[in-house]
């Protein structure tokens, strides 16, 4: 089939064909998709190039078979100069989707039910009669057989649609679509009717007008849609079965039927005109109020929920507050769980080839080391060294057995094998065998907490004494030359010397410093300890939440105070709100709200109340400035200490 030729060149390029039956033609318009809500089935489309023309803005309201869609493509047509001898006819794409035989328009719509509501917006083009773009609005079937429910969620979407930023801010028709030979029952449209005045004001008669569809002659619907009480400024009759009448001449359309057909087709023709010239001159419905209130409802919603949010917050922390006195009593009546004491131990070390001490038997303590000390003359410093070595080496010994086994295997390993392990009371000592340097104890004091179980006992080796490094002689053969002749001196020993003993083996001191470990009192204290960080960890974040928290109420409190001011300008004073009683809503609703918050949330509630007057709407709604006043109003909240 040959590519159909357009007649009306400022069209080219934006029409898609579709198909053709009894020579007539099917272009779709090419609309570009300009938002689609799969959530809330709304759908923009756009035809045409933006412009800085006015809108006028249509909303066809009507049940399911109505011929919603069809008014759609007589707007279409009549907007764009379609002729009735022109051998194409342009569609939008839902009408086309299951198109009917083409001379009724009723079994199209009744099987294109869509429930998309459809924004169409009609740039003005070149050839287009009137100075101004369009706006059709398509509604799915309202108060069709699927019953109320339906209604309600196409209310809704509608009421959604209406009230996102992307739309339209006034309409200017409302076009209640029904055929014009129905005599169904219009109480649901009546309803349907009144939920849009409750929506967009009560000037929405004045702007109500009725489409009678297909109506080849005189409707009877107006009389049926008055007497159900629902009021219109006019009814316009559109025939719009002649729209896609057949353009050849066949079994169905003879030749003595064309003007029958064209007369019908004028006649459509002037009742679009007398339409479009009514719209032009229709007052304006504002959907800015509607807009404006729709935003201020969701602002008291948001207000409620966060206040509510706030008021939690600032209980959690003063549970946390109880819990974290609570919990530094616990630690502070328990901080005993470990007692030191320190023991005594004398053990015996070899010392180095070639060296002795002079043992007192009586002191039980190595009075003279190392002996002799000119064995060599170049040994003093190897002595020294010897003698910190050995002195080390008992520490290190324990150091060891501390760092390469883990601690606690090591303390296992001590308390099972030793038998020093006693219990009296609630206090068990444990001891851990052998000795550990003192820089092991710093290590591993820090450490008890760790070893669970109350298995600490840790034995301290501080080596003592024994490194004199004194250079003296054997007691006969050594050379004693201390000025006291016979008696010792060293080390608080006055005993002879005579009695020491000289010894292969010297005697090291060793402090063993036991942890006594109460494990009941431990427990208490590391639960304190534990649950004390947990309840300031807890107090810390919940304050940040706060201040967060704080900031969305204090923007919630400015969305209304400003929106019940922007309301009154943009109605001329008709909507008249005062910002203090939609608080007194919120703080009704707050009340009902969990008992351990609420006294919180009214607290909040009862700041923001007295703060409305000193909000400044003033100078171009200076949003920050209100900001900073508000939280400086709230940094009260609550009192504290
Ligand atoms: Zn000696
Ligand atoms: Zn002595
Ligand atoms: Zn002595």
């Known amino acids: 089939m040959d590519e159909p030729q357009l007649n009306i060149s400022h069209l080219e390029g934006q029409l898609t064909y579709h198909s053709e039956q009894n020579g007539l ?17 709304t759908q923009i489309l756009s035809f045409g190039t933006p412009n800085d023309l006015p809108f006028k803005c249509v909303l066809l309201l009507g049940e399911t078979g109505a011929g919603k869609t069809t008014v759609v493509n007589g707007v279409i047509n009549y907007l764009y100069g379609i002729g009735f001898d022109d051998d194409y006819r342009l569609c939008v794409k839902e009408e086309l989707v299951s198109m009917g035989p083409a001379t009724g328009g009723e079994r199209m719509e009744t099987e294109s039910q869509t429930d998309y509501i459809s924004m169409y917006i009609l740039y003005h083009q070149q050839g287009m009669k009137y100075e101004c773009n369009f706006v059709v609005i398509d509604t799915p079937g309202l108060a069709d057989t ?63 007008n009725l489409f009678a569809t297909f109506a080849v002659e005189k409707p009877v619907v107006d009389q049926i849609v008055r007497n159900a009480g629902v009021n219109f400024m006019k009814m316009f009759e559109f025939d ?52 404006e209130k729709k935003l201020l409802q969701r602002s008291l919603k948001e207000l409620k929920r966060h206040v509510e949010e706030l008021a939690r917050l600032l209980t959690a922390i003063e549970t946390n507050k109880k819990k974290l006195i609570k919990y530094e009593l616990q630690e502070a009546r328990n901080r005993d769980w470990r007692q030191e004491r320190r023991i005594t131990r004398r053990n015996r070390l070899e010392v180095p080839e070639g060296f002795h001490a002079h043992n007192c038997p009586q002191c039980n303590q190595t009075c003279i080391f190392p002996c002799p000390p000119d064995k060599d003359d170049q040994n003093a410093g190897i002595i020294g060294g010897l003698a910190g070595v050995l ?36 206090w068990v000592t444990r001891v851990l065998g052998g000795s550990v340097a003192a ?22 080796g501080a080596v003592a004494g024994a490194a004199c490094g004194k250079m003296i002689t054997q007691a006969k053969s050594c050379n004693f030359s201390n000025g006291r002749g016979d008696v010792c001196g060293e080390r608080g020993c006055l005993h002879s010397l005579s009695q020491h003993l000289t010894e292969k083996e010297r005697i090291v001191e060793q402090v063993n410093v036991q942890y006594e470990i109460n494990d009941d009192l431990k427990e208490l204290y590391d639960v304190a300890v534990s649950k004390k960080n947990d309840a300031m960890a807890k107090i810390i974040s919940g304050r940040q939440k706060v201040i967060l928290k704080k900031r969305q109420v204090t923007e919630d409190f400015l969305g209304i105070v400003i929106g019940t001011k922007t309301l009154a300008r943009i109605s001329q004073g008709l909507e008249q709100v005062d910002p203090s009683k939609l608080l007194d809503q919120v703080i009704a ?11 919180h949330a009214v607290h909040v509630m009862n700041v923001l109340k007295k703060s409305i007057k000193k909000v400044n709407v003033c100078d171009g709604e200076d949003v920050d400035g209100n900001c900073d006043m508000i939280m400086k109003l709230m940094e009260n909240i609550p009192h504290e200490s």
Not at 277 to 283: D, F, Q, R
């Open 25 to 41: 033609k099917r272009f779709l318009i090419k609309t570009k998709v300009e938002l689609r809500n799969e959530e809330n089935c």
């Open 240 to 291: 719009n079965g002649v729209l896609f009448a057949p353009h050849r001449l066949s079994d169905s359309v003879m030749e003595e039927d064309r003007p029958v057909l064209e007369y019908r087709w004028k006649k459509m023709q002037k009742q679009y005109g007398t339409f479009f010239t009514a719209l032009m001159n229709a007052p304006t419905v504002s959907v800015q109020i509607l807009k």
């Open 439 to 460: 820089t092991e104890v710093v290590a591993t004091a820090g450490i008890p907490g760790v070893l669970v179980g109350g298995m600490v006992g840790i034995t301290i």
């Open 391 to 426: 002195g080390g080496s008992a520490a290190g010994a324990a150091a060891t057995q501390a760092t390469i086994n883990s601690v606690a295997a090591a303390t296992r390993a001590a308390a099972s094998s030793s038998g020093v392990a006693a219990s009296v009371g609630g």
């Open 589 to 599: 609703h707050v009340r009902l709200g969990h008992h351990e918050h609420i006294h």
């Open 146 to 208: 699927r019953g109320m429910q339906h209604q309600n969620s196409v209310m809704k979407h509608l009421e959604e649609f209406l009230t996102t930023d992307y739309n339209i801010d006034s309409l200017h028709c409302i076009g209640l679509v029904a055929k014009a030979c129905t005599n169904r029952d219009f109480t649901f449209q009546k309803e349907v009717l009144n939920e849009v005045i409750i929506l967009l004001g009560n000037n929405i008669p004045e702007i109500t």
